[in-house]
T-cell receptor, first 117, second 110 residues
Framework: NAGVTQTPKFRVLKTGQSMTLLCAQD?????MYWYRQDPGMGLRLIHY???????AKGEVPDGYNVSRLKKQNFLLGLESAAPSQTSVYFC????????????????FGDGTRLSIL | KQEVTQIPAALSVPEGENLVLNCSFT??????LQWFRQDPGKGLTSLLL?????REQTSGRLNASLDKSSGRSTLYIAASQPGDSATYLC?????????FGQGTRLTINP
């Protein structure tokens, strides 16, 4: 009963380095999301996906790319990390919002703490 | 643009007290309102979900209300315990995405 699993849990990068955060869910959810959480700002949506092979921009997409090659996985990439991307990143998954999805909450992973020096 | 505000930002109460956390939102066109709990270093755990057509939901010692016309929700916690210490987030479900409040950091003192 893993739910949503994020790897890695912690990472320190130098400015300009690249990395990929992995999110995996085992609930057969269609929708997946990447958020970042910063002090005093709440969670903000970076990118989301409504199904395998599709992605869309959220509120703060600049500097990030995503891919959804398999239904159960959603990858978040930083091509050239910047100090402003220091944050806690959360992945979530859900049923489609319409219909039954509005009756069920999103499921969140435990987060990835990323520091860019 | 939907905005979600939670007051107070932090709250500290003695164990055993009943307490209320407040949430307000600017756009009444919502699909549901959710309350989540976040423990330090952890993800978000869903506590209660109130659908747009509902007025309240209850789970154990927790009761959440929704008044769309006034743009308000409250989370009532009865007989608080130290294990209730966490950050509580109010979240609005829009057509495509969630809008999050900044949370109320709750501390229950033994």
């Amino acid at each position: 009963n893993a739910g949503v699993t994020q790897t890695p849990k912690f990472r320190v990068l130098k400015t300009g380095q690249s990395m990929t955060l992995l999110c995996a869910q085992d609930m057969n959810h269609e929708y997946m999301y990447w958020y970042r959480q910063d002090p005093g700002m709440g969670l903000r949506l970076i990118h989301y996906s409504v199904g395998e092979g599709t992605t869309a921009k959220g509120e703060v997409p600049d500097g990030y790319n995503v891919s959804r090659l398999k239904k159960q996985n959603f990858l978040l990439g930083l091509e050239s990390a910047a100090p402003s991307q220091t944050s806690v990143y959360f992945c979530a998954s859900s049923l489609p919002p319409a219909g039954q999805g509005f009756r069920k909450p999103q499921h969140f992973g435990d987060g990835t703490r990323l520091s860019i020096l | 643009k939907q905005e979600v505000t939670q007051i107070p930002a932090a709250l500290s109460v003695p164990e055993g007290e009943n307490l209320v956390l407040n949430c307000s939102f600017t756009d009444s066109a919502i699909y549901n309102l959710q309350w989540f709990r976040q423990d330090p270093g952890k993800g978000l755990t869903s506590l209660l979900l109130i659908q747009s057509s509902q007025r309240e939901q209850t789970s154990g010692r927790l009761n959440a209300s929704l008044d769309k016309s006034s743009g308000r929700s409250t989370l009532y916690i009865a007989a608080s315990q130290p294990g209730d210490s966490a950050t509580y987030l109010c979240v609005i479900q829009g057509a495509q995405k969630l809008v999050f409040g900044q949370g109320t950091r709750l501390t229950i003192n033994p």
